[in-house]
């Protein structure tokens, strides 16, 4: 089995995949995250992981790299991911009482000599689309959230997989770990594609 590599250091997206049971390398990706004007925001989740998974490509040319990236879609507007505790803020106040939907894209990038379908390309990539509807919040409740998580460069302005569950009166998917941001079942799926799978039948001596 060739070699895995989770092009992220986020302790939230290394949780996640440990459940696996995959002996995997975590590495930060060469990536700057700079979206095109007029990017679609499932479009830009796309984009951002199969950049990540890509951008180690060169350096990990033995390995199955897997990327990730999520986009916050506000009536078809792109949210970027906040820079400050302020900005964090002024992100969940617009959210505050209304529905969103976060985009989370999950990509594979095999490397050459891995078994694959004839024709599969050896970047393979699914996105996964949950909607959130943020219970009306005041001001002090939202500065009080952002001082207790600190949700900088998170979509949204909120961290569910900390305190963030506060935040909300509904989830529209059942998949929570795309919420975090590294969806296990597309994930699987992927991985199985290229012939990663535990529960395959065991190799003939």
Same mark, same amino acid.
């Given at each position: 089995?060739?070699?895995?590599?989770?092009?992220?250091?986020?302790?939230?997206?290394r949780?996640?995949?440990?459940?696996?049971?995959?002996?995997?390398?975590?590495?930060?990706?060469?990536?700057?995250?700079?979206?095109?004007?007029?990017l679609?925001?499932?479009?830009?989740?796309?984009?951002?992981? #199969?950049g990540k998974?890509?951008? @180690?490509?060169?350096?990990?040319? +033995?390995?199955?790299? =897997?990327?990730?990236?999520?986009? &916050? !879609?506000?009536?078809?507007?792109?949210?970027?991911?906040?820079?400050?505790?302020?900005?964090?803020?002024?992100q969940?106040?617009?959210?505050?009482?209304?529905?969103?939907?976060?985009?989370?894209?999950?990509?594979?990038?095999?490397p050459?000599?891995?078994?694959r379908?004839p024709?599969?390309?050896?970047?393979?990539? #699914?996105?996964?689309?949950?909607? @959130?509807?943020?219970?009306?919040? +005041?001001?002090?409740? =939202?500065?009080?959230?952002?001082? &207790? !998580?600190?949700?900088?460069?998170?979509?949204?302005?909120?961290?569910?997989?900390?305190?963030?569950?506060?935040?909300?009166?509904d989830?529209?998917?059942?998949?929570?770990?795309?919420?975090?941001?590294?969806?296990?079942?597309?994930?699987?799926?992927?991985?199985r594609?290229?012939?990663?799978?535990p529960?395959g039948?065991?190799?003939?001596?």
């Amino acid at each position: 089995m060739s070699r895995v590599v989770l092009a992220s250091t986020s302790p939230f997206r290394r949780a996640l995949l440990d459940r696996l049971g995959l002996a995997y390398e975590a590495v930060a990706p060469a990536f700057d995250e700079v979206a095109p004007e007029g990017l679609l925001p499932a479009a830009c989740a796309r984009l951002f992981a #199969e950049g990540k998974a890509l951008s @180690l490509a060169l350096a990990r040319q +033995d390995a199955l790299i =897997i990327g990730a990236d999520q986009a &916050l !879609d506000v009536d078809g507007e792109l949210l970027r991911k906040p820079a400050t505790l302020d900005e964090a803020a002024d992100q969940l106040g617009r959210l505050a009482g209304r529905v969103h939907a976060l985009h989370t894209a999950v990509a594979v990038h095999a490397p050459a000599g891995v078994r694959r379908a004839p024709g599969e390309p050896r970047t393979l990539t #699914e996105i996964v689309t949950v909607e @959130l509807r943020v219970r009306p919040l +005041d001001r002090a409740q =939202i500065r009080r959230y952002v001082e &207790l !998580d600190r949700p900088i460069g998170s979509a949204g302005g909120y961290l569910f997989e900390k305190h963030g569950p506060w935040l909300f009166d509904d989830v529209r998917h059942a998949d929570e770990t795309a919420i975090v941001g590294l969806p296990l079942v597309p994930l699987c799926r992927l991985l199985r594609r290229f012939g990663v799978d535990p529960l395959g039948a065991p190799a003939r001596a």
